[in-house]
């Protein structure tokens, strides 16, 4: 597992951000800080274990956690114990049983992803994280440019992990949910959160971000309404 800082400006406010699968900065360079600080987890390949929350995040009077697809459940297992630390925790698009008929991306069609990868279908699966919503092109500028074996290898571990670990208690507060995700299934995303937390339904497909200018404007959205 990697980490950057992605804007480190010496601002009051954190946004601790863990990124999903096969991803690195890249697609997140067209992203404004506006006026936070993010740090981001990345490339969940030899996860560790255990996790010692770095003393330089208590310099910062305000810390906010985003994470999303696969890495809600990698920030829900480090992040769970210091939950009292985050004042507010937001799951995009995931959940804490990312293979899961019923709760993530079915089985089948994740072993299938794993046993087929190649450059082509890499492609195919980029394109069904848009599903027609806009941004296809953005990312397309700034895609991740990152080797196969690479993400093919970060895919196993991201099972191995997952499957060897419990996520632990819930450490979410709101969930925002895609109506257009063909990842993680809308319909499981809902099951998954229904009655757990606050919702809150965006018509997006599974990569929602470029429908916001940056991450104070994503966090704006949240906060004015969930379900």
């Known amino acids: 597992m990697k980490t950057d800082w992605l804007i480190r400006q010496n601002n009051k406010s954190l946004l601790v951000f863990f990124n999903g699968w096969g991803q690195n900065a890249r697609p997140f360079e067209p992203f404004k800080g506006e006026g936070h600080d993010v740090f981001m987890f990345w490339d969940y390949r030899n996860p560790p274990e255990s996790f010692s929350w770095p003393e330089e995040f208590d310099s910062y009077e305000r810390i906010t956690l985003v ?3 696969m890495g809600a459940w990698f920030a829900n297992y480090y992040f769970s114990p210091f939950a009292d630390k985050i004042q507010q925790k937001i799951a995009v698009n995931g959940t804490l049983h990312p293979i899961d008929d019923q709760f993530g991306i079915p089985e089948k069609i994740f072993a299938g992803t794993y046993l087929t990868l190649n450059d082509q279908n890499l492609g195919k699966f980029n394109k069904r994280m848009f599903y027609g919503s806009a941004g296809e092109e953005l990312y397309s500028d700034h895609s991740p440019k990152r ?5 093919k290898e970060e895919l196993k571990s991201i099972a191995d992990f997952c499957s060897s670990n419990h996520a632990g208690d819930n450490l979410f ?3 925002l ?3 257009q995700d063909r990842i993680f299934p809308f319909k499981n995303l809902k099951t998954f959160w229904k009655d757990k937390i606050q919702t809150k339904t965006i018509s997006q497909a599974h990569f929602p971000f470029y429908q ?3 991450w104070d404007d994503l966090l704006q959205s949240v906060n004015v309404s969930a379900e």
């Open 147 to 151: 080797p196969i074996e690479e993400v």
């Open 67 to 69: 994470a999303w697809s």
């Open 177 to 179: 949910i895609s109506e």
């Open 173 to 175: 507060d709101l969930a």
């Open 212 to 214: 916001w200018s940056g």
